[in-house]
């Protein structure tokens, strides 16, 4: 299986902030209070599931485009 590292830097002064973010977003009613590693894991799926949108949208633009390209208007008089 292929493995896609991404890396994200950001200055050690926004650490706090991106993380308290992190963890609003990745709160749900199962899990009010969540963990670092818990918000990490959320931003971690998060990021999976953007990509598979990313690559099912392209493959669905792509299979509507070669369709419209395969109609042809009927002769009609």
Request: aromatic share 6%.
């Amino acid at each position: 299986m292929a493995t896609f590292n991404l890396v994200i830097t950001y200055p050690d002064a926004d650490a706090t902030r991106i993380m308290n973010a992190i963890k609003a977003r990745a709160t749900t009613t199962e899990v009010p209070n969540p963990s670092n590693a818990q918000a990490t894991e959320w931003f971690r799926l998060s990021v999976t599931r953007a990509l598979r949108d990313i690559v099912e949208k392209h493959e669905r633009d792509a299979a509507v485009a070669t369709a419209a390209a395969s109609v042809v208007s009927p002769e009609v008089t």
